[in-house]
């Protein structure tokens, strides 16, 4: 295979990384009365490798770029969702961030750390998914830290760094184990030499491995930079740092597991665990919360728990790919939407704020409804949808027990979005709400009608997830 | 017809939102208006009804094939007759006056909409599509109680909520348990009666099993899953409590038939005597802890537990009398279940639509506050005591009817169980005797001497429910023959 060719593979994350150049070159160049096109240009840019990335659904499901990355339908659905994900967070930071100076640069941040998560959703190889997840990590701590004044943004980027740059180094460890033990990089050969390696050693590596990933996600035991970053990062941000690192993080982690799926290693049990412990403490961990956006974050936390559940079906459900994908297009759209709503209120974070929300701003508290309704599963939001197959792929895979404790999850979580929600419709209003802006309105509503769509509309989503591959 | 009968309150509740600035009778008018079109399109449809023991009039859409899931809407004798109460007993609330709060609209908004999800869950005819009206039914009233409920209501609303929901989403599992027991995968309700998934399953039918008896007991409500149900009920303004008790109930205790009796048949073989024994358990306890409590409105509340024990009762009467090979008393106990609930919906919605007129002009639910009411409201009076000798089982009236046949068909197969069983009833006189005599016999306190009797409307909704009561229990045929076209189907 030639390099032409090959590049025809990854022309979506070309025009990812030319954009990203491009803006950043224009920003620099820009005084700064034109700043302000700087979203524009990060728009088309996602629009362009949106639209390179679609005809990829209906081609054939293979590893492509010299065996490094994968072309299928969930890597494919997953980048979608990343892309789906990176518009609607442009569309929240344009006024958010209109008094920056630096605000061109922080589309190109934005455009980088797409590109970060979209590689980790397609990542087939050990050392692409070390570049996906550095760029992701790397870009994301300045995004976190992009208030540079704030005390808090700070402090939030400092944590999100620590523990970053300590998990990352241990998974680079992983990453050389498994390469010693296994011969390649690439998951194709690593799946036909694994199984014969030591099994202890690849553990070790494995072990590694998924905790870099685990931090990425946000899973436990190295999640306690989320509600760190959701409550001290830009809104905006943090609506996207919760989000798309995680949709790619997640479907990385599968992609792991389905690498080892003839591996002698019980990763099935350990991501099992794992997932129990995430969404049970990100619960229990929100219940306290007087402040929404670390209540959203620690609720991110759970719901990665939720989506873990599918790694562990993998194999033994033919669900487990189909409800992956549903529940994580849900799950963005739906956090989206309740970062989006904070956005528009100016950030406004303090729980006693949302009273009578429904009075004065009835369609931002609609949405806020809708994304909460969403998260603890109520139908027919999407959120439900992707809940309800989950359950069945992990029923189905013979982890009753998980779907168990999903369900009691789900009905704590409702405690604490209702402490939100019931305040919000049944108390007074005590002032005026101010706003944002339009184009944060408008972003917003696109992700409350996304919310919505993911479950009224599944049909055609699951009709696209079911055919999806998920290659080692 | 169907799916109108479910739209129509839907679009209505939207419509009601844009009237805002209206009056509130204006409002109420409107609200009554919509809330009655799904009454009168279930009544043409009954006339359409064959009775074959089958689905009728079969309304389908594909929804989610990738999943089994289709949108499908039929009806039986069962979720005919259910369905046409719950539409009247919507129609009678929403008209029945409450304090609104100054958000009318907003109140029938959310009344019509709970009765769009409450009448699909009994016209679904496809498990997904059944759980997700049941599990919006929770959110209606989670709004309803919150808002223009009194007391501690918010509280009362959070409760009611999350145990309700954590009962759906332990249904919930269980629906997929039985989903992913077919082949090819599908929600369909006709083809799940059919093919019995579960059935000599083992150990994964029975956890199936207790998990729809859970899910469905905390709705219906069964001791000991019920404690969400009195401060619900207390704190809820009337006509919701009305809902909550004429309609809401019955979801759970249609699923005990629908889904538990027909899906299930040998599980619920299996499990007919403990369940039994636990809706014997609700009868005696629910009418014994109703005749202790001094508020009019938990009194009330209890004694729906006590009620629903007796169609728990008759269900599992009846599963137990198919494995007996005992077809008669299968379809008495099943029938008599039936028949209380839409007994229990007419008589309990009644009761507490009075007991809403007793708090506007009281302010007060404590029975000890009152009485001598006779002399100064005869018309409350009179409601109140038709409503109170048919929720005790007098002879004539339709609670009568569906006892008779739960007990008759009980003696059959759990002679001792019915007989303990009938000592709720002997309870459930004393307590409603108690309170006539106590809040309407006797002498009027000085302070209720301009209490008014209930005025036009509340009459006319409470001589609906009443009439019916009456109509039954007198002449209960029309009544019957439908349900017996399905209950005579169900035992095979």
């Known amino acids: ?472 | 017809m169907l799916t109108a009968s479910i739209l129509m309150p839907l679009l209505g509740a939207v419509a009601m939102l844009t009237l805002r600035r209206t009056s509130e009778p204006t409002q109420r008018g409107v609200a009554t208006g919509i809330a009655a079109v799904p009454l009168l399109l279930l009544i043409v449809v009954w006339t359409q009804f064959d009775g074959n023991g089958g689905f009728e009039l079969i309304e389908q859409a594909p929804w989610i094939p990738s999943l089994g899931v289709t949108y499908k809407l039929g009806i039986d004798g069962m979720s005919l007759v259910l369905a046409v109460m719950s539409a009247l007993i919507f129609a009678a609330s929403t008209a029945y006056p409450t304090d609104l709060r100054g958000r009318g609209h907003e109140y029938y908004a959310w009344m019509l909409f709970l009765e769009a999800v409450s009448l699909g869950v009994f016209l679904a005819l496809d498990l997904f599509l059944f759980y997700v009206f049941f599990d919006l039914s929770l959110v209606g009233m989670y709004f309803l109680i919150g808002v223009w409920g009194h007391g501690n209501a918010r509280r009362a609303a959070l409760k009611f909520f999350i145990y309700t929901l954590a009962g759906s989403l332990v249904m919930l599992l269980a629906i997929l348990a039985l989903y992913l027991a077919t082949d090819p995968r599908t929600f369909d309700i006709p083809t799940l009666i059919a093919s019995q998934p579960l059935a000599g399953s083992g150990l994964l039918g029975a956890l199936a099993f207790w998990g729809f008896a859970i899910g469905l007991g905390v709705k219906t409500p069964l001791v000991p899953v019920h404690t969400w149900l009195p401060p619900a009920h207390v704190d809820a303004p009337a006509p919701a409590s009305a809902i909550l008790a004429g309609v809401l109930l019955k979801l759970g205790t249609y699923g005990f038939i629908r889904i538990m009796l027909q899906m299930m048949g040998e599980q619920y073989q299996r499990f007919a005597f403990p369940l039994a024994v636990i809706a014997v358990v609700s009868i005696v306890y629910g009418a014994l802890v109703a005749l202790g409590q001094p508020n009019l409105k938990r009194r009330i509340a209890y004694t729906s537990v006590n009620h629903m024990g007796y169609t728990i009762l008759g269900v599992s009467a009846c599963a137990a009398a198919i494995g007996l090979g005992d077809r008669d008393a299968q379809t008495l106990a099943l029938t008599g279940a039936v028949v209380e609930m839409v007994a229990h919906g007419l008589i309990t919605g009644a009761l507490f639509l009075i007991s809403g007129s007793i708090w506007q002009r009281g302010q007060s639910y404590e029975i000890a506050d009152y009485g001598g009411l006779a002399a100064r409201a005869p018309r409350m009076t009179a409601a109140t005591v038709v409503a109170a000798f048919a929720s005790l089982g007098l002879p004539g009236l339709a609670g009568f009817i569906a006892e008779f046949q739960i007990f008759v068909g009980t003696f059959a197969v759990y002679p001792w169980l019915a007989g303990i069983g009938l000592l709720g009833v002997v309870i459930t006189a004393a307590l409603f005797l108690q309170v006539l005599q106590r809040m309407f016999l006797g002498d009027l306190p000085d302070r209720w001497g301009d209490w008014t009797d209930v005025g036009r409307v509340e009459t006319a909704s409470l001589a609906v429910l009443l009439a019916l009561v009456i109509v039954i229990g007198v002449y209960p045929r029309w009544l019957l023959s439908p349900i017996e076209s399905a209950t005579r189907a169900m035992g095979g």
Do not use: C
């Not at chain 1, 100076?101 to 998560?117: H, I, N, P, S």
């Not at chain 1, 570049?131 to 992009?146: I, Q």
């Not at chain 1, 459900?317 to 956005?343: C, E, H, K, R, T």
């Open chain 1, 1 to 472: 295979m030639d390099m032409a060719a090959a590049a025809g593979e990854v022309v979506p994350e070309i025009v990812l990384l030319a954009g990203a150049v491009v803006v950043l070159i224009t920003a620099l160049f820009t005084p700064r009365r034109l700043q302000h096109h700087a979203p524009w240009l990060s728009l088309i840019v996602i629009g362009v490798a949106a639209a390179t990335t679609v005809p990829q659904l209906g081609a054939v499901q293979r590893i492509g770029f010299f065996d490094t990355y994968a072309l299928d339908g969930t890597a494919v659905v997953g980048k979608l969702i990343v892309l789906a994900v990176a518009a609607i967070t442009v569309g929240l930071t344009t006024e958010w961030f209109r008094s920056d100076d630096r605000a061109g640069e922080l589309q190109t941040m934005l455009l980088f750390a797409t590109l970060g998560a979209v590689l980790l959703a397609g990542a087939a190889d050990l050392m692409e998914l070390v570049l996906g997840l550095l760029l992701s990590s790397v870009t994301g701590y300045v995004l976190a830290a992009y208030h540079r004044q704030s005390k808090e943004s700070g402090e939030a980027a400092i944590k999100y760094y620590l523990l970053g740059a300590l998990t990352n180094a241990l998974m680079l460890v992983g990453v050389v184990l498994l390469f010693g033990l296994g011969t390649t990089t690439t998951y194709p050969g690593l799946s036909q030499t694994l199984p014969g390696a030591d099994p202890l050693g690849v553990l070790a590596g494995t072990g590694l491995l998924l905790l870099g990933m685990a931090f990425k996600v946000g899973a436990v035991p190295v999640h306690p930079w989320v509600p760190d970053v959701a409550e001290g990062a830009p809104a905006p941000a943090a609506a996207f740092l919760l989000t798309a690192p995680k949709v790619g993080g997640i479907i990385a982690i599968a992609r792991i597991a389905a690498l080892l799926a003839d591996a002698p290693v019980g990763w099935r049990p350990a991501i099992a665990l794992i997932a129990a412990a995430t969404m049970t403490l990100g619960n229990l961990a929100a219940l306290w919360q007087t402040d929404v956006r670390r209540l959203l974050g620690w609720s991110a936390v759970s719901q990665t728990g939720y989506a873990l559940m599918a790694p562990v079906a993998l194999g033994r459900s033919d669900l487990a790919i189909p409800s992956l994908l549903l529940f994580l297009a849900a799950y963005a759209a739906a956090n989206l939407a309740a970062f989006g709503v904070v956005v528009e209120l100016r950030g406004r974070t303090d729980l006693a704020d949302y009273a009578g929300l429904a009075r004065t701003r009835p369609w931002l508290f609609t949405g806020l409804v809708i994304a909460f309704l969403s998260m603890v599963g109520i139908p027919p939001l999407g959120g439900f949808a992707g809940k309800l197959a989950l359950f069945a792929a992990t029923i189905d895979a013979g982890y009753t027990w998980l779907a168990v404790l999903a369900v009691i999850n789900s009905v704590i979580s409702l405690a604490y979005y209702a402490r939100v929600l019931g305040p919000g419709y049944f108390e007074p209003a005590p002032g005026p709400v101010p706003v944002l802006g339009t184009s944060a309105a408008v972003a917003t509503g696109i992700a409350v009608v996304a919310t919505v769509a993911t479950g009224v509309v599944a049909e055609p989503l699951l009709r696209t997830f079911t055919d999806a591959l998920l290659l080692p």
